[in-house]
């Protein structure tokens, strides 16, 4: 299966790279193919509104590396989310991704997949609960299922979150696709 997994920290070696990090790990294993998109390092500018793109056939105003991952998403099957919790939402760099959507919403949607991965210091029940509900209505806006979730509540930093078995289930994850 072609997949793609765009993260959303700025921690290189933060708890949701770890998440990442497992399940490109176990998807490989089993000969998946992976694309991995770091929202925080690649040059990926806000969505302007200015609707450029609904008159130029999904061609965004923005020339940026958000082009080239526009094209893979088409071809994707999976799509996998990966981000810490910041104020009880995406982070912004993944957010961004997820807005530049927006050009390419009629050669996207539908006949895919999606996962959230997501880390949090919080570690009550409803920490997840907004970053959960914006991720059902994409999916549910694009018409694409969901493939499972992890939600890494009490996990602030990377040595913690060690300690727990979230690591082990996301490289499950990956290798029981
Ligand atoms: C700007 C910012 C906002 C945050 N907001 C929340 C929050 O709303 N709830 C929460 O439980 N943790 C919040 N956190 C903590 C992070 O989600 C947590 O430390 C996470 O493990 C960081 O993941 P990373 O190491 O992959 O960057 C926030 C952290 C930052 C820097």
């Not at 997949?113 to 919080?122: E, I, N, R, S, V």
Request: hydrophobic residues 40%; glycine residues 6%; aromatic residues 10%.
């Amino acid at each position: 299966m072609k997949l793609t997994v765009i993260t959303g920290s700025p921690h290189k070696k933060g708890t949701t790279a770890l998440l990442a990090d497992k399940f490109i790990e176990g998807a490989k294993e089993v000969g998946h193919e992976v694309v991995r998109f770091d929202a925080a390092f690649e040059n990926v500018k806000p969505c302007l509104a200015c609707e450029y793109c609904s008159i130029h056939d999904g061609e965004c105003v923005h020339k940026d590396t958000m082009n080239e991952l526009s094209k893979q998403l088409v071809e994707t099957e999976l799509i996998v989310f990966v981000t810490p919790l910041y104020y009880f939402g995406m982070s912004a760099q993944i957010k961004a991704v997820i807005d530049r959507f927006h050009a390419s919403n009629a050669k996207i949607a539908g006949n895919k997949k999606a996962m959230l991965l997501a880390a949090a210091y919080g570690a009550d029940d409803w920490t997840m609960e907004g970053l959960e509900k914006m991720y059902e209505s994409m999916l549910r806006f694009l018409a694409w299922e969901d493939a499972g979730k992890i939600m890494a509540t009490g996990c602030p930093v990377r040595e913690v979150l060690e300690q727990t078995d979230y690591p082990q289930q996301a490289y499950e994850m990956g290798k029981n696709l």
